[in-house]
């Protein structure tokens, strides 16, 4: 018989009904038989057949327990045959788990039409299964990409606030865990390296393959193991479920993106750094100005101070030396008001020094003041 033909399984102990089945049916099938419910069992697990037609009335095990036990490993149509005619019997194949049911005598078109049918219904339900099948994986594959989405954004989110390596690399642990997977990685910075891992320290072998899995390309796979590489970030992935594709595809995806974004966050950590340590050293500038100012404050009101006894020791000694100069009233009265003018306005000039002092201050106190008392941010 043809490979193409589909097996056909007749189950009666009437000969005669057998070879009647044979004959009709063989021309489109490759028909088995069996005389019993015992040897329709083991003949089932040799052949494998498409659709099995069963006699109900047979010595021995009868055709519904035959029926009960086969579908116990098979989902094949069963097709009773019996000459049973009430509707309790006909209740009774259906709940056995039979899929139709013929009453004898058959008639030869009965027989193919009803054996097409069922094989028809039973090609339709594994297609209809198939394509559930497909949708489901389709779905479950768009919610993992769903929530590896969200693991990826979570991840940018925290990182926007590192302001050093170590907290980069714990927040790359934990997106690398909720990932689910295992593995190490290495960020360059400052001609050092930071070693971290997903399940603690680093080992010595780890910490070889990063060193030299910056020469194996932006992406690399060697059976299980995964590495992706960028120019500060090396992440080497172990355990990489082979058998799943789709996953693997996914995982390589991920890392891929999540190398790069903790690539640019490097930079943006450098910058942050860089900042700190120019606010450090402004927040120093300015406190050496501040020092300044005051020493520079205090010296000059001494020297106002200074200059005022001294100009008045002067007006002093003018003011004595008129008996002996020979002055009159008025000469004096005019000598008096032009020098006191002078003084003032020396004075005036030693006074306006304070006033830049003043402004000087308002200038630094602008600077270091914080908003509501928090660190000025500079960038």
């Known amino acids: 018989m043809s490979d193409s033909k589909l097996k056909l399984l007749v189950v009666d ?8 089945y044979s004959a009709v049916l063989s021309f489109g099938y490759e028909v088995f038989t069996a005389a019993s419910g015992e040897e329709a069992i083991d003949t089932f697990s040799m052949i494998q057949p498409e659709i099995i037609l069963l006699d109900i009335e047979m010595g021995g095990m009868d055709g519904y327990t035959t029926c009960e036990k086969l579908r116990e490993f098979t989902d094949v149509p069963i097709i009773f045959a019996t000459a049973l005619t009430t509707m309790e019997e006909h209740l009774r194949a259906y709940e056995a788990g039979g899929d139709d049911l013929m009453t004898k005598p058959l008639a030869p078109d009965i027989v193919l039409c009803k054996v097409a049918l069922a094989i028809s219904k039973r090609h339709e339900r594994n297609s ?13 594959n768009f919610l993992s990409t769903m929530g590896e989405g969200g693991i990826l954004l979570n991840f940018v989110r925290s990182s926007l606030s590192c302001r050093s390596f170590d907290e980069l690399a714990d927040k790359l642990v934990i997106a690398l865990q909720e990932f689910g997977l295992q593995g190490s990685f290495i960020i360059r910075f400052d001609n050092l390296d930071l070693f971290r891992t997903t399940h603690g320290e680093a080992t010595g072998l780890e910490r070889s393959i990063l060193d030299k899995s910056r020469d194996m390309g932006r992406i690399f796979q060697f059976r299980q193991n995964m590495v992706v590489n960028y120019e500060q970030i090396s992440i080497v992935v172990t355990g990489l479920p082979l058998a799943e594709e789709d996953r693997v595809g996914r995982v390589r995806d991920n890392l891929a993106i999540l190398a790069e974004t903790a690539e640019a966050f490097c930079e943006n950590v450098e910058m942050r750094k860089a900042s700190v340590a120019r606010a450090e050293n402004m927040q120093v500038a300015l406190y050496e100005a501040s020092k300044t100012i005051a020493v520079v404050k205090g010296r000059q009101q001494q020297l106002l101070m200074d200059v005022r006894v001294l100009l008045n020791e002067l007006t002093g000694k003018i003011e004595d030396s008129y008996s002996w100069l020979g002055t009159s009233k008025v000469q004096e009265d005019a000598i008096s008001e032009s020098m006191n003018g002078s003084v003032q306005k020396i004075i005036d000039v030693l006074a306006t020094g304070s006033q830049t002092n003043i402004l000087l201050e308002n200038i630094i106190k602008v600077l270091t003041e914080s908003e509501k008392g928090k660190e000025v941010e500079l960038f």
């Open 13 to 20: 102990d009437d000969e005669m009904l057998r070879a009647f």
């Open 128 to 140: 209809l299964q198939q394509e559930k099948d497909s949708m489901q994986k389709m779905a479950m």
